[in-house]
Structure formats: structure tokens, C-alpha cells
């Protein structure tokens, strides 16, 4: 059974950081690009930043250069986003995903109706 499983989410004030965590299980993702999306109420689901699970690969979100990094363990299995400078728009619940790919193709790495597995979400609120 394959699981994506999210956690470091929490309440951070303005300018703080949190670093988030997706521990994958079930599968080979060796072929994979990982992608950490965002949900807002109200608003689309976007791409927040991708890494591929073999490369050095990285895109990330205008609205995030600079200030999130994602990095992956893989002897561990996991995915890590890395959330500094935190704003309240940054505010959403954080979902990691699975895309099957054994090249970087950025065009497809922002399109998350390939992404075939999800994780359940984690909510990251920043206060002002």
C-alpha cells in the first residue's frame, strides 16, 4: 500500500519557518519527482516546489524563491519542504504528491492532475 504521509505543520508567526516532512512507504519512487502543493480556502491548489527523487533537479514557485527549499533523504524515504521567512499568505493546508518521471520536464511537474498519489494534507497557519 502505498503512503505519503505529511507532518510538521502547525501556527507560526510572521517571519518564522517550519519545516515539513513527507515520509513515503509502499513503493519504488526512484522514478519519481515529488511535489509539495498548497490549497488555500477559496483557491486553487498550486505547485509550491518539486525535487526529483534522482537528480538534483528543483522548481520551485515564484512566490516561494528564496525563501522554501525542498530536499529529499533517501535513505530514509523522505521528502522535506524547509519554510523560512514565513508570510500569512503562506497560509494553506500543504500536500505532498508523486509523479511518475524519469526525465525533468518542468511543464509537466506543475501539472498536478499527473500526479498519481497524495498525501493526506497538513495545515500550515502563519499569523500576522
Known amino acids: 500500500q502505498v503512503q505519503l504521509v505529511e507532518s510538521g505543520g502547525g501556527l507560526v508567526q510572521a517571519g518564522g519557518s517550519l519545516r515539513l516532512s513527507c515520509a513515503v512507504s509502499?513503493?519504488?519512487?526512484?522514478?519519481?519527482?515529488m511535489g509539495w502543493f498548497r490549497q488555500a480556502p477559496g483557491k486553487e491548489r498550486e505547485l509550491v516546489g518539486a525535487?526529483?527523487?534522482?537528480?538534483?533537479?528543483?522548481l520551485y514557485a515564484v512566490s516561494v524563491l528564496g525563501r522554501f527549499t525542498i530536499s529529499r533523504d533517501n535513505a530514509k524515504n523522505t521528502v522535506y519542504l524547509q519554510m523560512n521567512s514565513l508570510k500569512p499568505d503562506d497560509t494553506a493546508v500543504y500536500y505532498c504528491?508523486?509523479?511518475?518521471?524519469?526525465?525533468?520536464?518542468?511543464?509537466?511537474?506543475?501539472?498536478?492532475?499527473?500526479?498519481?498519489?497524495w498525501g493526506q494534507g497538513t495545515q500550515v497557519t502563519v499569523s500576522s
Open positions: 504528491a508523486a509523479v511518475e518521471m524519469l526525465r525533468w520536464i518542468p511543464s509537466l511537474i506543475q501539472q498536478s492532475t499527473l500526479y498519481k498519489y
Open positions: 525535487i526529483i527523487w534522482r537528480g538534483v533537479n528543483t
Open positions: 509502499g513503493h519504488t519512487f526512484s522514478n519519481y519527482a
